[in-house]
């Protein structure tokens, strides 16, 4: 599944979830915002912490590949040379 189409689902769940929670909201305007405000803060900094994993992942895995392409170009220069 492609990574920004997860996150772009994410972000339109959390404003859908805010837009109903002001609208089905029993306690006062007041505490309603900072309600929402926090729980916003907190997916917030959820997709954040998931961001920085995807993108610790990607760099690992394009070490990885790196990695495996010098030895691959390693094994081809042994094999010209008669080594």
């Known amino acids: 599944m492609d990574t920004g189409k997860v996150l772009l689902g994410a972000l339109a769940g959390v404003v859908v979830g805010a837009a109903l929670g002001i609208l089905f909201a029993p306690a006062k305007g007041v505490k309603t915002r900072k309600r929402i405000f926090k729980k916003g803060k ?18 690992k895995q394009f070490e990885t ?8 170009g390693e094994k081809g220069v042994s094999k010209v040379n008669g080594l």
């Open 42 to 59: 907190f997916y917030v900094d959820e997709i954040g912490i998931k961001y920085n994993e995807l993108t610790d992942e990607i760099a």
């Open 65 to 72: 590949a790196k990695e495996e392409v010098v030895r691959a």
